[in-house]
């Protein structure tokens, strides 16, 4: 069975400060990656997927099929930035169907 | 455009009753999925739906249950509850089950 894992709950950088959120998973067919945050008091959204290859919002994120991993990076975080962070996979069968991480806490200090 | 709506918002009910919650999907979208988030579950994956068929279903208990109508909006029930089945219920729609999914702002049931 496919799994994420976000092995950290918390991360806390101060702002201006370089971030990494990992995300490592297991599945056995081709996944489709997925990053997704939940500013307080706001609905859970999509902030990028892998396929898309684009920046949002400044974060990047490169699948990596050898290390089985889709860590999300910042060069420089900004407080607006402080959320939940979810990674999630998608199955073959489409991405209705997503396996979520547990979710990191990104808190950015001034 | 009006987002995802679901209600109750909030619900209170007693271990061994049966609870219904609903999903109004963005309009346009077919696809409807449900998410039970709890602390230490995480986000985990009910069922989803595509003009109205069960396209996949996760690994719940049958004493969940959904179904979708034809105008796309969506329900599920939970019947003979459990302490257990206290969590947040997420509902998303998408306009095609490749699409990106658009979150509703969940119901949070209570179950004592």
């Known amino acids: 069975a496919q799994r994420v894992t976000q092995p950290e709950k918390l991360l806390s950088v101060f702002k201006g400060a370089p971030v990494e959120l990992k995300c490592n998973y297991s599945?056995?067919?081709?996944?489709?990656l997925f990053w997704y945050v939940q500013y307080s008091r706001q609905r859970l959204q999509l902030l990028l997927r892998?396929?898309s290859r684009e920046s949002i919002k400044g974060f990047t994120a490169d699948l990596n099929k050898g290390e089985t991993s889709f860590h999300l990076k910042k060069p420089f975080a900004q407080e607006e930035d402080s959320a939940m962070y979810y990674c999630?996979?998608?199955?073959?069968?489409?991405?209705?169907?997503?396996?979520f991480g547990k979710g990191t806490m990104l808190l950015v200090s001034p | 455009k009006a987002g995802v709506t679901q209600t109750p918002r909030y619900l209170i009910k007693t271990r061994g009753q049966q609870v219904t919650l609903s999903c109004s999907p963005i309009s346009g979208h077919r696809s409807v999925s449900w998410y039970q988030q709890t602390p230490g579950q995480g986000l985990q994956f009910l069922f989803e739906?595509?003009?109205?068929?069960?396209?996949n279903k996760g690994n719940f208990p049958g004493r969940f249950s959904g179904r979708q109508f034809s105008n796309s909006r969506s329900e599920m029930n939970v019947s003979t509850l459990e302490l257990g089945d206290s969590a947040l219920y997420l509902c998303a729609s998408s306009l095609a089950p490749t699409g990106e999914l658009f979150f509703g702002e969940g119901s949070r049931l209570t179950v004592l």
């Open positions: 739906y595509f003009s109205e068929t069960q396209r």
């Open positions: 599945y056995s067919g081709s996944p489709e």
């Open positions: 999630a996979l998608a199955e073959n069968s489409g991405y209705s169907t997503l396996t």
């Open positions: 892998h396929i």
